[in-house]
C-alpha cells in the first residue's frame, strides 16, 4: 500500500470516526431546533425556572440530561407533562437536546 493511500485510508476513517462521535455526542444545532416545546417552561435557552417544577436547564450536564430524558421517556420518571413530551423522543432527539442544553450558559456552567 502507498503511502498515499495510508493517508486515504486514514482520513477517511477519520470523517467516520467524527460522524460516529456526534451521533453519540449529540448535535446541539438540532437539539436547538428541536428545543421549540421545550420553550414554554424552559426558556429559549433553557434558563427560565417557573418554579421548583420547571428547573433551569440550561449548563446542565449533557449525562444527566440525557438520564432524566431517557428516565421521562421510558416511565421511570413520572411527571405528566415532560413524560408525555419526552415519549416520542428517539435517543438521537435526547441527546441532540442534552448537547443543545448542555452548551448553554446557565448557573452551572459551561
Known sequence: MSP???LKLACAAALLLGFSLQAVAGNPARGQ???VTCHACHG???NL???ED???IAGQ???YLVHALRAYRDGERDHAIMSSFARDLSDQDIRDLAAWYSRQRGPLGP
Open 33 to 35: 431546533e428541536i428545543s
Open 61 to 63: 450536564h449533557f449525562t
Open 4 to 6: 498515499y493511500q495510508i
Open 49 to 51: 425556572a417557573l418554579d
Open 44 to 46: 429559549e435557552d433553557g
Open 54 to 56: 420547571y428547573p433551569i
